[in-house]
């Protein structure tokens, strides 16, 4: 991991991003990694998974394990190493990853509706995160993965800068983005049908794991709308204030890992439900 991220950094938020994106669905069980076959779509190949990166490394770094050590670690306990060995070369926390969890044999690109969508307001992402045992501390913190990596395409966010509420007129935008960061991103997002330009996350410090996020937060400047609403609860809203100040780094770090093992504990298979997979992409 050290050698991949001096080579290539930027590729340090979709590692964690992958994490992410298997935990929210069917819980940590690596099936975000498995291909589509003839008679079923796989959660990879469904509309919110599209833009996920990393499968090719991930499928290396199995490969060495198993080379290593066979049989024995399964492809959701490579993710989330993978995941927390992604943010500590970024200058972030450490922490120990509980390991154990088994690979499931199903993905299913509907269920994908369960991950949280940069679109959501807070009752939505409150919900969401909810329904995975996992608090709205957790989504204030975890939220903060966005300081390393680059968005995403414009369209996941350009519904903020174009058509906001769906007058088609070129001021109707969110009300709730700065004005001047506004015009940055419309300058690099000419259009609501963007699908190749990316647009740093946490703009100046985006290979740091860092506070910038909650600076840029609390100055009204995250890209998603997801990030606007952490300012719409008295709770979250207190968390990022706190944390825009950049004086409690060693308190973020600690919330940072603990959300991370929390969440990695998510509906994870053990003892003999499910199956350690010889390769992520396919079940045995």
Known sequence: MVRALSVAPSLAGPLLRMHFHDCFVRGCDGSVLLDSTANNTAEKDAKPNLTLRGFGFIERVKT??????????????VLALMARDAVWPSKGPFWAVPLGRRDGRVSISNETDQLPPPTGNFTELAQLFGAKGLDTRDLAVLSAGHTIGTSSHCFSFSDRLYNF??????????????????????????SLDDNTTL???DPGSFR???????????????????????????STRAYVLRHATGAHRDEFFADFAASMVKMGAVGVLTGGQGEVRKKCNVVN
């Open 64 to 77: 060495a394990v198993e080379k290593a050590c066979s049989d024995t670690v399964s492809c959701a306990d």
């Open 165 to 190: 509420t769906g007058l088609d007129d070129a001021r109707d935008t969110d009300p709730e983005l700065d004005r001047a960061y506004m015009a940055r991103l419309r300058a690099k997002c000419a």
């Open 199 to 201: 647009v740093e996350m």
């Open 208 to 234: 740091t794991f860092d506070l910038g996020y909650y600076a840029n937060v609390a100055k009204r400047r995250g890209v998603f709308h997801s990030d606007a609403q952490l300012l719409a609860d008295p």
